[in-house]
């Protein structure tokens, strides 16, 4: 906290606002030069920013009258609290306002979580002062920072995050978010509240997993009906004698994918296992209906299918993997497989879906 000089005549103008709350909404009003009583201002911080002979600018904060005269009383826990509460609120309104004279925010680096809880502080300040445009990239850039632990907490809170990226107007970090989000809706597996998300949020997540959820209906079809198809016969049927083993193999895969999706239909937790299974099918090889699993119920039941299991389950395989690769498709920056994120991350996110982009481009 400062103290403003008493010599004024090494000072060639000065001002200074008043913070002034209404409605819950703060704001700093201009007042003009003059003396401040002991009443005045009572239980309000002032600053004050008086530019000195050689043109720099000194942003100059004097805490409100109450806070000062019951500071002399001595110190307990409830005063010291009110005193530490007090000293970081007034270091965020001196930050915002040096931002207004390219003074650099000083938000710490240490840890995501450190630096969230700063850039949410700030970001919030500003935004009722109409100014959040001034560290908009700043604020961006220390997050950025954090390169993968950015969005593996993105991935743990994305509605946080997201309320965030729309202060900011951060396409990046809404973009990110809103995948998740979308990815895994209806469900809802973060700390956030749901209820938190404006109205139009909602129904673009609404809208999202609804495109989701007729891909995914059009890719299970397609994988039902995949089969492999014989030059001179087209697609192999049971009733051709030769390519019987064939068609068994065929009908067997079919029923593998038949009861997965049964199983996925009846689960209340679809949404958050489906984009799991659909990027293990694009995968392919080994990571589904492994060849030595396969060959032993083959032996079992259709021993004449053993022959030529691995070439067909090979095609088989190949083909399916063509027919979700939309679906396997990864849009976020984070890296699913390690992060263990089960639902579709699979969402486009486009200039129409993010709210301020058609009065502006945003911020990257």
């Not at 005063?79 to 938000?107: C, K, W």
């Not at 059009?218 to 089969?227: G, Y």
């Not at 049971?238 to 997965?260: C, E, K, L």
């Not at 679809?270 to 396969?294: C, D, N, P, T």
Request: charged residues 20%.
């Amino acid at each position: 906290m400062h103290v403003a000089p008493q010599n004024r005549e090494h000072f060639h103008a000065w001002s200074f606002f008043l913070l002034d709350e209404h409605d819950e909404q703060v704001a700093l009003v201009l007042q003009e030069a003059r003396p401040v009583t002991h009443n005045e201002g009572e239980g309000q911080p002032i600053l004050s920013i008086e530019k000195t002979q050689d043109n720099s600018v000194a942003i100059i904060i004097t805490p409100p009258v109450s806070a000062t005269l019951s500071a002399s009383f001595g110190p307990d826990s409830n005063q010291t609290s009110t005193n530490e509460a007090h000293a970081a609120t007034v270091d965020m309104y001196d930050q915002i306002l040096g931002s207004f004279y390219s003074i650099p925010l000083r938000i710490p680096s240490g840890t995501i979580n450190a630096t969230l809880s700063t850039c949410e502080s700030l970001v919030k300040l500003s935004h009722s002062l109409s100014s959040t445009a001034l560290i908009s990239a700043h604020i961006s850039t220390a997050l950025y920072q954090h390169r993968q632990s950015l969005y593996t907490a993105i991935s743990a809170d994305p509605a946080r995050f997201l309320l965030l990226a729309m202060l900011l107007s951060n396409n990046a970090i809404f973009s990110e978010a809103l995948i998740h989000i979308a990815g895994a809706h209806p469900c809802w597996p973060w700390p956030t509240k749901r209820t938190c998300l404006p109205d139009e949020i909602t129904q673009l997540v609404k809208r999202k997993s609804a495109e989701l959820d007729q891909m995914c209906q059009e890719v299970e079809r397609d994988l039902l009906l995949l089969t492999i198809h014989i030059d001179r016969f087209g697609p192999v049927e049971p009733q051709v004698h030769s390519t019987f083993p064939t068609w068994f193999i065929v009908a067997t895969f079919r029923d593998q994918f038949a009861r997965t999706f049964h199983a996925l239909e009846k689960d209340r937790r679809a949404s958050l296992k489906r984009g799991a299974l659909f990027r293990k099918m694009h995968k392919g090889g080994e990571e589904y209906m492994a060849l030595g699993e396969m060959r032993r119920l083959m032996a079992r039941v259709m021993p004449s299918a053993v022959g030529s299991l691995e070439e067909d389950l090979g095609m088989l395989k190949e083909c399916a993997s063509g027919v979700v690769e939309n679906l396997a498709r990864n849009e976020l920056c984070l890296d699913v497989e390690g992060s263990g994120v089960g639902y579709l991350t699979c969402v486009k996110v486009g200039r129409e879906d993010i709210p301020w982009r058609a009065g502006g481009e945003g911020r990257d």
